[in-house]
């Protein structure tokens, strides 16, 4: 089962041991953050595309954090869908076990 909550406290205990150790982690961790902020692209597509390629790239740490910014953006299931199957045609079948993956994780959480 995937707990948001505890895969989230994870993720920044270790993005801070990062940026205490290198203020390049911490520098880039503004940079993103600014990126995916809203601006003339709305932070929901930003997300969307996130994930798109989260899938490409077969990260499934990234999968569940654009995911988790999909649906507070309020993206719909097919908006999601339309994503990930973005990331799987710019990828090939390699990417299935992402989108599989990430199906799990949406069929998890009764999105799907």
């Given at each position: 089962?995937?707990?948001?909550?505890?895969?989230?406290?994870?993720?920044?205990?270790?993005?801070a041991l990062m940026s205490e150790n290198d203020k390049f982690f911490s520098e880039f961790g503004i940079i993103d953050d600014k990126v995916y902020a809203d601006g003339a692209i709305p932070k929901k597509y930003k997300e969307l595309t996130g994930l798109s390629i989260s899938v490409l790239t077969r990260c499934e740490e990234c999968i569940l954090y654009h995911l988790q910014g999909c649906i507070k953006e309020s993206a719909t299931k097919q908006e999601i869908i339309?994503?990930?199957?973005?990331?799987v045609v710019g990828g090939g079948s390699i990417t299935y076990p992402s989108a599989r993956f990430a199906f799990s994780v949406l069929k998890e959480k009764a999105i799907i």
């Amino acid at each position: 089962m995937m707990d948001f909550e505890n895969f989230n406290n994870e993720r920044s205990r270790l993005n801070a041991l990062m940026s205490e150790n290198d203020k390049f982690f911490s520098e880039f961790g503004i940079i993103d953050d600014k990126v995916y902020a809203d601006g003339a692209i709305p932070k929901k597509y930003k997300e969307l595309t996130g994930l798109s390629i989260s899938v490409l790239t077969r990260c499934e740490e990234c999968i569940l954090y654009h995911l988790q910014g999909c649906i507070k953006e309020s993206a719909t299931k097919q908006e999601i869908i339309e994503a990930i199957k973005i990331g799987v045609v710019g990828g090939g079948s390699i990417t299935y076990p992402s989108a599989r993956f990430a199906f799990s994780v949406l069929k998890e959480k009764a999105i799907i």
